[in-house]
């Protein structure tokens, strides 16, 4: 037989229910009822109560595509929500629907291939009745109120903290977009690095909060805050208002910071937070640094890393004291000047009396106006193409070049000198004696680590703090504050640590400080205030020299010619105590810049690098010279450790405590250049070296 080609599906059967072809080539669509929406038969009526009593879900045989018992089905279950009718013998509902079923064209199949499907275990397995509209049938109504619950609407979205979804920074989507996304990701990772910039200055304050502090998942969902506002706020003029928000938040003070963090912060939500602890600056060192030497034997590598001066020289690493002449000439150009100077801070030019004018005067021109913080660049990235190019600013306030004229202020202008020649016509520079004052011949001991503190005085630029440690161990030696030769004009306390206070409440050096109990304690009754409060206990008074001069022997007496003497920009520190020491380690030498001097590494920076420890962070209240001269003499130690690995394989060795070079032809192991065998000689080491 020829297929049909489906011309009469859509007529009606001449023949109506009692055409008997399997193969129809005309409709047998059942006529539906539009009001009651029910089958119009009665036999159908029967079938449908007959199926609500069954308890399974009759296999469903496969029809095809755009079937009539399509439509039935689906008219049956909007009429009636009711579950399928399992099989059923087609003699028992003959006349029925059911019946017709069995002989609609395209639909039927072969009685054998009906029969042998109704065998199968998954024709017998009962079937979950069907869903409609998106629920189950016979499932009673829920409230639409648990599904808003599955998915709440964050109210809030200024408060950074009540999401708990992590966030990547990458811009939300805004309808319409007002930029292309790289263009909205650059402004964006710079928006989320000054903010980070500003929550780690908050950190390093002494006095912070630890509520003010933010997380950097919630450092990121502040930047997508903003920058999603600006976004939707201000479309046509996006680039403008976001740079400028850019430019605003790298520039904002500390306090400014805070009230931003307050203002986003809801307090109700802050009862909620849990409780986290303030991050605590000292870290302790994770490095390990040690050599695994005793330091006996580490102080003889030491004497392996000195770092010659010579050749320095302009550089302000003074080796030679100025002769008589060239002293004599600075005094005269100090009288010609008639105290005539540029100040360090402002550049202002301005008078200085020493020994005060009659009225009592030190300097002229009143007040100085500077930012005490050095000028900071940003190095250009392909970014800066897109975002604009970073503007220079002062860090301390954040203002650009040229928009402020200082953010701090001092009664007096101060200056600096740093010509050998005049420093010497305050105080001469000496060498290192071999002798004591007695005569008696020194001898080498250890090694010494110091660190010097200056303030501006009418002189200059005077030690007015001078500590020394011992090395490797860090045992404080001497710790003294300094009378300078001039009038003080500022202590430079943000950087020196030193106050007027200490200066002032000094005990004067030999002379033995008050004893409590005995032990160099305070009792309990010192710390009682006059309210009957305990006050937090205060450290003894610093004894003090009464000239650097006297400052400076005392040193001596801790030298010898061959005492290891380190320090960090050492120049600075051997210039204010006019020393000159033959044997200088300098960590700067030691770690030196890519781009060579003048430029340096700070110690800060060194100290966080190499031994992972955060040093001069109390910010206004200035450094602590022990704890610099601790941090110099550790960055040595970790060099004393690297030097004894190379020493170690080229054949170095103790014996008894004593260090032995090797000898000469001894194999080491293998390294750039190797012998037969994979091994060389400490000459070819020696060659390769001088090379």
């Known amino acids: 037989m020829f297929s049909s ?16 072809l399997l193969r129809c080539i005309f409709c047998h669509d059942v006529v539906v009822d539009e009001k009651s929406n029910e089958i119009g038969s009665a036999a159908s009526t029967k079938a449908d109560e007959e199926s609500q009593e069954s308890a399974f879900k009759r296999r469903r045989i496969d029809y095809g595509d755009d079937s009539p018992q399509e439509k039935i089905e689906k008219n049956r279950d909007e009429a009636k929500v ?28 072969k009685e054998s291939k009906v029969s042998h499907d109704q065998n199968l275990l998954s024709a017998k397995r009962p079937i979950s009745p069907p869903t409609i509209r998106g629920r189950n049938i016979g499932q009673d109504h829920t409230d639409t109120s648990t599904r808003s619950k599955q998915n709440p609407v964050h109210g809030n979205t200024e408060f950074i903290k009540a999401k ?53 998942e919630e450092l990121i969902t502040m930047a997508l805050d903003e920058e999603e506002n600006i976004a939707r706020d201000n479309p046509s003029i996006y680039t403008n208002v976001i740079k400028q928000r850019v430019m605003r938040t790298r520039k904002m003070a500390l306090d400014e910071w805070q009230s931003t963090i307050r203002a986003k912060v809801a307090p109700q939500a802050t009862q909620t937070l849990p409780h986290k602890p303030a991050t605590n600056s000292h870290r302790t060192p994770s490095r390990n640094f040690a050599s695994g030497l005793t330091a006996r034997e580490e102080l003889q590598v030491l004497r392996r890393l000195r770092t010659p001066l010579e050749g320095l020289e302009s550089h302000g690493y003074i080796t030679n004291p100025p002769s008589d002449a060239e002293i004599e000439s600075a005094r005269s150009g100090i009288k010609a000047a008639d105290g005539f100077e540029k100040c360090e801070r402002c ?71 740093t010509d050998a020649k005049r420093l010497g016509s305050i105080l001469q ?39 020394a440690v011992a090395w490797p161990l860090g045992q404080e030696l001497l710790d003294v504050l300094v009378r300078p030769f001039g009038e003080i004009l500022d202590l430079n306390t943000r950087f020196s640590g030193v106050t007027s206070e200490q200066m002032t409440n000094a005990i004067p050096y030999g002379q033995q400080p008050a004893v409590y109990n005995g ?65 200088i380690i300098d960590t700067v030498l030691l770690y030196p810049h890519p781009r060579k001097l003048p430029i340096r590494y700070s110690l800060k920076m060194l100290t966080s690098k190499y031994l992972e420890r955060d040093i001069q962070i109390s910010g206004a209240h200035g450094h602590d010279s022990k704890e610099d001269a601790v941090a110099t003499g550790d960055l040595v130690r970790l060099k004393v450790a690297e030097k004894w690995k190379q020493m170690h394989i080229q054949g170095w060795r103790f014996e008894n405590g004593l260090l032995i070079e090797p000898e000469k032809g001894t194999i080491v192991p293998s390294g750039p250049r190797t012998l037969a065998g994979g091994k060389r000689t400490v000459s070819e080491l020696e060659d390769e070296q001088a090379s």
């Open 429 to 467: 520079f000496a060498r290192t004696p071999a002798k004591s004052q007695d005569g008696v011949t020194k001898k080498t001991k250890g090694a010494i680590t110091f660190d010097c503190e200056m303030g501006y005085t009418t002189m200059g630029i005077e030690l007015i703090r001078l500590t």
């Open 5 to 20: 080609t489906g011309l009469f599906a859509d007529t009606p059967c001449p023949q109506g229910q009692d055409c008997v």
């Open 347 to 417: 550049g202002t030019r301005f008078q200085v009396f020493p020994g005060r004018r009659e009225d009592g005067v030190l300097t002229t021109h009143g007040a100085c106006v500077y930012h005490w913080a050095k000028i900071q660049r940003s190095q250009w990235s392909r970014m800066d193409a897109i975002t604009g190019s970073k503007e220079a600013f002062y860090p301390c306030c954040k203002e650009s070049i040229g928009t402020s004229s200082g953010c701090t202020s001092s009664p007096h202008h101060v200056f600096k000198v």
């Open 164 to 216: 708990n979804a992590k966030e990547q920074l990458n811009p939300r989507a805004v309808r319409p977009s007002p930029a292309t996304h790289p263009v909205r990701l650059a402004i964006l990772q710079q928006l989320h690095k000054a903010m980070v910039a500003q929550n780690e200055n908050a950190s390093k304050e002494p006095r912070h909060s630890s509520l003010l502090l933010l997380s950097p």
């Open 82 to 109: 009711t579950n399928r009718m399992p099989p059923v013998p087609s003699e028992v509902l003959d006349g029925s629907v059911d019946s017709i079923r069995s002989r609609t064209n395209h639909h039927v199949k």
């Open 519 to 583: 032990n160099m304690k305070r009792k309990d009754s010192d710390n009682i205030s006059e309210d009957g409060e305990i006050e937090s206990e205060k450290p003894l008074p610093l004894r003090i020299t009464s000239s650097p001069d006297a400052a400076r022997q005392l040193l001596f007496d801790l030298l010898s010619p061959g005492t290891p003497l380190m320090g960090h920009a050492i120049d600075n520190d051997l210039n204010a105590t006019r020393i000159i020491h033959p044997y």
